[in-house]
């Protein structure tokens, strides 16, 4: 197992009427910016409620609604004014990943005075992390069980076309609130983005190497199996509270860093993911979807022993040589994502051949070129990949 150094801050209120927890959770006297998207959390009455929980200390409260799905740089720096202006000093983001990943922006943009005037300075660092002294503190709502950002340290932001991680350990969320079920007014087809995601979060951290991390491999396990048993029927009936809660909890669990700690990672389908939605407009889910399935196609070679750990394990395959239990264990996974509504293959989304070339430029200029858990993913085997994808 490889040497880790693992701290999670972020408090987990779970569960049913967990909303009434906010007053205990917000400082009494904090002066609150509530950071919500495009309106489902207005439509709901989600707001309102949030609203009545904060009133309840006579909190002042202010609203920033209109943060997108793949939150855009402009946006957000219209939140990052009214922070300094109204000295905010508390950010509660009510949303999904783009809510969260945005509030988590606003709060280092708007708490260092070094990024003043120059706040896409954030955007430039990458995995490396923002050198930032400072962050307003911020806690979730969490309405959509996808990215685990109610519980981990990154961001992905969009400016034009490029879509840019950010990370610091300052943006922990002090608390998420994880009620399942707010989450069920989400439209089906963000409950099957959200599957997927949590899914190629965990295999992302799983179908690597061996490294003997058995605790870490056994947990990725778990989460697998739990989407295969809770995806569908938490995507046909959203009143099922405990399918719900365990998708809810599968997708925070995925990406908190616990189950990648000790233990290679890959990121090499996201990578190539957030181009195709950057540069075409794909959900996040389904552009993992499209490019999985085709990264292992080229990747058996390296990623063998997992991928036959991960068939055996999550999928009970024992029949037939090592390549025919790779197909096999492929197979499965193109169906679990099928059976979810959500297509393997480029083509579906729009993307052809004629566009591959513009996916590796970008790959290109955000130096992708060197991905994969052994860093020998050049931009030739993405296009190796885009291929298989086709
Ligand atoms: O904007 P509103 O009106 O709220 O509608 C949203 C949005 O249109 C809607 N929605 C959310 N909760 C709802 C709801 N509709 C009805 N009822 C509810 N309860 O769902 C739509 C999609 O929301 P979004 O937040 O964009 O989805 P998701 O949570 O999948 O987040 C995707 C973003 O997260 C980034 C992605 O790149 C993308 O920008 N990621 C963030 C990560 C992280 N911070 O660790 C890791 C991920 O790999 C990912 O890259
Ligand atoms: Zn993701």
């Known amino acids: 197992m490889f040497n880790f150094n693992f701290h999670n801050p ?117 995995f490396a992390g923002v050198p930032a002294q400072a962050a307003v503190p911020l806690g979730t709502v969490v309405t959509l069980p996808a990215t685990g950002s109610e519980m981990n340290m990154g961001a992905v932001i969009s400016k ?108 090499a389908v996201h990578m190539i993911g957030h181009e195709l939605t950057a540069l075409h407009g794909v959900d996040h889910g389904r552009s993992l979807a499209a490019v999985l399935p085709g990264m292992w196609r080229v990747r058996r070679g390296q990623k063998r022993e997992k991928l036959l750990q991960y068939a055996e394990r999550v999928w009970g395959i024992r029949e037939g040589s090592d390549d025919e239990r790779i197909d096999a264990a492929i197979a499965r996974t193109e169906d679990f994502f099928h059976s979810l509504g959500v297509s393997t293959r480029l083509s579906d989304l729009g993307i052809t051949e004629e566009h591959f070339d513009a996916v590796i430029a970008s790959l290109e200029k955000h130096g992708m070129t060197a991905l994969s858990e052994h860093g020998d993913l050049n931009l030739e085997v993405s296009l190796q990949v885009l291929e298989a994808s086709r």
């Open 10 to 126: 972020t408090r987990i209120v779970f569960g049913k009427d967990q909303l009434r927890e906010l007053d205990t959770l917000v400082p009494a006297d904090a002066r609150v910016l509530i950071t919500f998207g495009g309106g489902s959390a207005r439509r709901t009455g989600l707001l309102d409620r949030v609203k009545a929980e904060l009133d309840r200390s006579g909190r002042t409260v202010l609203e920033f609604g209109g943060i997108e799905p793949n939150p855009q740089f402009a946006t957000l720096m219209k939140a990052v004014e009214i922070v300094r202006a109204e000295k905010v000093d508390f950010l509660l983001a009510v949303g999904g990943g783009s809510v969260m990943d945005g509030t988590k922006f606003i709060s280092l943009a708007s708490a260092n005075d070094e990024f003043k005037g120059r706040e896409e300075a954030v955007l430039s660092y990458g």
């Open 160 to 267: 034009g076309e490029d879509k840019l991680v950010v990370m610091s350990p300052l943006v922990f969320p002090t608390f998420s609130i994880l009620d399942p079920e707010l989450t069920c007014t989400l439209p089906e087809n963000q409950v099957a983005n959200g599957i997927v995601d949590t899914f190629v979060h965990v295999v992302e951290q799983y179908v690597t190497f061996p490294v003997e991390g058995r605790l870490q491999d056994r947990f990725a396990e778990g989460i697998l199996q739990t989407l295969i048993e809770v995806g569908r029927r938490t995507k046909d009936d959203p009143q099922d509270y405990d399918a719900r809660a365990n998708l809810v909890w599968s997708a925070t669990m995925a990406l908190n860093g616990l189950i990648g700690s000790g233990v290679p990672q890959d990121w």
